[in-house]
C-alpha cells in the first residue's frame, strides 16, 4: 500500500500535536480541580477562623447570625460543636452533627486544622469540609464545622475545561494547517530533487536544484547539484572523447586510404602490363615509399598509445645537446636542402640535458621536421642553454608561422596546421607534435609555442635539472 509521503508528514505532526494537547489538557485539568477545590478549603478555612476569633467572647446567636446569613448566600454552612460533638449553633437538630473520625476527634484535640477537599461520606452529597478547634484557657472546648457542596465548584472547573476544549479545538486546527504548510513545502523541496533526477535520466545535465545549509535536505540539493555539474563535465568529456574516435577512426582511414590506392594501382597497372618496362622500376619505388609511410603511420600511432597509456619507460641520463643538434642536423639536411632551408646549431658543448636519450633525440627531431616542413627558402635554428634550475631547448624557423588561434590545437592528433599540405614527405600524419607534447610531459618538462602568422615559429622545450 503506497502512502505520499505528504499524508505520512501530516500524520506524524498531528499525532505529535495531539499527543502533547492530551497530556497538557490532563494535567491542566487536574491541576485547575486541585486549584479550584483547594482554594475552596482555603476560603472555608478563612471564614472559620474569622467565626473562632468571635467564639473568644462566648457563644451567642447574637454574633454568629451575621456569619449564617453572609456564608448561606455562598452556599456555605457551618456549625459548632462543643467536646463531646454536640452542636451547639444552629440549634440542635438543624445541623447534622460532625460525624468525626477518632482520627479527626484526635487531631483537632491536638489543635489541628481538619481539611477534606471532596469528602462523600458523611452527608448526602460530596462536600468540601473543614474543622478548626475551639480552646478555652488551654482546654479544648469544641470547634467549628464547615461544609459547601462542591457542585458549584465543579461547575467552575466544567466551565475551565469547556474553555480548554476550546483551546485545544482552536490550537488542534492551528496545529493542522501549520503540519499541512510545513509538509507541503518540504514535499516540494524533495519534489525538485525527483523532477532533477528525471530530468537527468534523461540526459538532461542542466538542472538548477536551490540547496542550502539549513538542513539535510538542503545539504542533499546542494551534493546533487555538484553531481549534476559533475555529470554534465563527464558527459561532455565522454562527448568529446567519442568525437575524438570518430575523428581518429576517419583520420587513420584517410591517412591510409591514399598509400593503399597508390600501392593498389602501381600493383593492378603491373599485372595488367599496363605499366611499360622502363617505368616499373619507378613502380616499385613508389611502392616501396607508400609501404614505408604505412608503417611509418602504424609505428607513430603505437608510441602514441604506448605514451597516453604510460606505459613508456624512460631511462634519464645527463644528454649533450649539442651532440644531439648535430645528429638530427646530419639527419635532416637532405631535407632542409630540398627547401633551400638552412640549419644552423647555438649551444656549447657543456650544455646537458636531464633525459631519455632516444626520446629526447624524437622530440626534437619531430619539432624540426615540423620546422623544416612549414620553411622555404629559410633559416631553422637550434639552440640550448642552461639556466639554475632548467635547461632551455629552441627550434626556430622564419617559415609561414601558425595562426595564434590555432596554436592550443596544434597539440590535437592527426591536426595539420595547414589542410593543403596534407601529403607532404615527412611528418605528414600530424601525430608528431602530439608525440613531442607527450613526452616531454613525461620529462617533467614543458613546451610552448611562439609564432607569429608569415614570420616564423619558436619552439621551447623546458627541462628540469
Do not use: C
Not at 281 to 306: A, F, M
Not at 375 to 389: D, F, H, I, M, S
Not at 405 to 434: C, H, P, V
Not at 447 to 454: M, R, Y
Amino acid at each position: 500500500m503506497k502512502i505520499r509521503y505528504m499524508y505520512q508528514l501530516l500524520a506524524s505532526h498531528l499525532g505529535v500535536s495531539i499527543l502533547a494537547l492530551l497530556i497538557l489538557g490532563l494535567l491542566f485539568v487536574n491541576f485547575v480541580e486541585e486549584f479550584v477545590y483547594q482554594d475552596k478549603v482555603d476560603e472555608l478555612t478563612a471564614y472559620g477562623e474569622d467565626i473562632l476569633n468571635d467564639l473568644d467572647s462566648g457563644i451567642s446567636t447574637t454574633s454568629l447570625a451575621p456569619y449564617s446569613e453572609v456564608l448561606r448566600v455562598q452556599n456555605i454552612n457551618f456549625s459548632v460543636f462543643d467536646n463531646e460533638g454536640r452542636v451547639l449553633y444552629p440549634e440542635a437538630g438543624s445541623f447534622p452533627n460532625p460525624q468525626l473520625t477518632d482520627e479527626e476527634w484526635t487531631r483537632i484535640q491536638n489543635g489541628e486544622l481538619v481539611e477534606e477537599t471532596r469528602d462523600a461520606g458523611r452527608f448526602d452529597q460530596t462536600v468540601s469540609l473543614v474543622v478548626l478547634p475551639f480552646f478555652e484557657n488551654g482546654d479544648f472546648s469544641g470547634g467549628v464545622l464547615l461544609v459547601s457542596p462542591i457542585s458549584s465548584s465543579a461547575e467552575i472547573i466544567g466551565q475551565i475545561n469547556q474553555y480548554l476544549l476550546y483551546t485545544a479545538l482552536i490550537a488542534l486546527a492551528g496545529a493542522l494547517l501549520f503540519s499541512y504548510l510545513l509538509s507541503r513545502f518540504h514535499v516540494n523541496r524533495i519534489q525538485r530533487l525527483r523532477n532533477a533526477t528525471s530530468s537527468i535520466a534523461e540526459g538532461n545535465y542542466d538542472v538548477d536544484v536551490p540547496s542550502s545549509d539549513f538542513d539535510e535536505i538542503g545539504e542533499l540539493a546542494s551534493d546533487f547539484q555538484e553531481m549534476a555539474a559533475d555529470l554534465k563535465r563527464s558527459n561532455a568529456e565522454i562527448e568529446s572523447l567519442e568525437n575524438r574516435r570518430r575523428q581518429f577512426i576517419a583520420d587513420v582511414s584517410h591517412e591510409m586510404r591514399t598509400p593503399l590506392t597508390t600501392i593498389k594501382g602501381v600493383i593492378g597497372g603491373l599485372e595488367s602490363g599496363m605499366i611499360e618496362e622502363e617505368q616499373k622500376e619507378k613502380g616499385l619505388r613508389l611502392i616501396n615509399e607508400e609501404t614505408k609511410r604505412l608503417i611509418r603511420l602504424v609505428n607513430e600511432n603505437l608510441d602514441y598509445e604506448k605514451i597516453r597509456s604510460n606505459q613508456l619507460v624512460l631511462h634519464k641520463e645527463q644528454v649533450q645537446i649539442e651532440e644531439v643538434f648535430e645528429i638530427i642536423k646530419e639527419h635532416l639536411i637532405p631535407q632542409a636542402e630540398e627547401k633551400q632551408n638552412r640549419i644552423i646549431i647555438e649551444a656549447a658543448p657543456h650544455v646537458t640535458a636531464s633525459a631519455d636519450y632516444d626520446r629526447l633525440t624524437q622530440i626534437l627531431m619531430n619539432i624540426t621536421k615540423n620546422s623544416i616542413q612549414f620553411t622555404e627558402k629559410g633559416t631553422v635554428w637550434l639552440r640550448a642553454r642552461e639556466e639554475e634550475a632548467e635547461t632551455i631547448l629552441e627550434v626556430e624557423d622564419t617559415g609561414e608561422g601558425i595562426d595564434p588561434e590555432k596554436i592550443k590545437t596544434i597539440w590535437r592528433r592527426f591536426y595539420k596546421a595547414d589542410i593543403s599540405r596534407a601529403n607532404l614527405t615527412f611528418g605528414e600524419f600530424g601525430l608528431g607534435l602530439s608525440i613531442v607534447k607527450r613526452l616531454v610531459e613525461l620529462h617533467e618538462g614543458t613546451i610552448e609555442v611562439k609564432s607569429e602568422k608569415g614570420k616564423g615559429t619558436i619552439f621551447i622545450v623546458r627541462f628540469p635539472k
